[in-house]
């Protein structure tokens, strides 16, 4: 089956800790991004890359990291900079530059106390 | 600044009846737009788009109008149904500015009533 998987589906962290959200696709698509989603708010942009080894800050990057090694993997770290980590965040992945129609995955929730 | 607006939170509809779910967008050069379906606790699903050089794009019960003049968009549902109920994304794209990432409004959640 071709998607994209998150893991985990819940994720509890104590404050100060840095956390690793993974996020795998074996669709083949050359983009993936990372999304935050709070509650009454739209999906929130925090990084993206378009090839292996090269991303871009997207609109609320501040307190967090990406790699992107692998076409296949794109890791979120959420730091310990990162203000108010508690939400739900989104991995999507795109076929390619000529395509807009992008795909998620299911989701990672996590809660920070 | 939300680029992409879904000014009602919120909507009720009887099943069977229309849903219209609308959006509005500021900037004058998105291109491309969609509609996203999002159940509690899920990624959000593609559910239809629409590109700027036609004003109406159909899939089954749903369908998409675009008003580029008004720079508003709206999706119908018909007939809507129970299993409709989610919340739904409107978002914009602009081919060339920042490899066409997408541009998400707040939502609007839909109930369909049995």
Redesign the interface.
């Known amino acids: 089956d071709g998607g994209?998987t998150?893991s985990p589906?819940y994720l509890f962290r104590k404050e100060g800790q840095n956390v690793t959200l993974s996020c795998e696709q074996n669709l083949n698509h050359d983009?993936m991004?990372w999304?935050r989603q709070d509650p009454?708010?739209?999906?929130?942009?925090i990084y993206?890359s378009?090839i292996v080894n090269d991303f871009?800050k997207?609109d609320i990057a501040e307190g967090y990291s990406v790699s992107r090694e692998k076409k296949e993997s794109f890791p979120l770290t959420v730091t310990s900079a990162q203000k108010n980590p508690t939400a739900?965040y989104?991995c999507?992945s795109?076929p390619g530059?000529e395509?807009?129609?992008?795909?998620?995955?299911?989701?990672t929730?996590l809660t920070v106390t | 600044d939300q680029q992409v607006k879904q000014n009602s939170p919120s909507l009720s509809v009887q099943e069977g009846r229309i849903s219209i779910l609308n959006c509005d967008y500021t900037n004058s050069m998105f291109d491309y737009f969609l509609w996203y379906k999002k159940y509690p606790a899920e990624g959000p699903t593609f559910l239809i788009s629409i590109s700027s050089i036609k004003d109406k794009n159909e899939d089954g019960r749903f369908t998409v109008f675009l008003n580029k003049s008004a720079k508003h968009l709206s999706l119908h549902i018909v007939p809507s149904q129970p299993g409709d109920s989610a919340v739904y994304f409107c978002a914009a794209s602009a081919r060339g500015t920042g490899a066409n990432n997408l541009f998400f409004g707040t939502g609007t959640r839909l109930t369909v009533i049995p």
Request: aromatic share 22%.
């Open positions: 994209i998150q589906k983009a991004y999304y009454g708010q739209g999906l929130r942009l993206y378009q871009q997207g739900f989104l999507a795109r530059l395509s807009y129609e992008q795909y998620f995955g299911p989701g929730r």
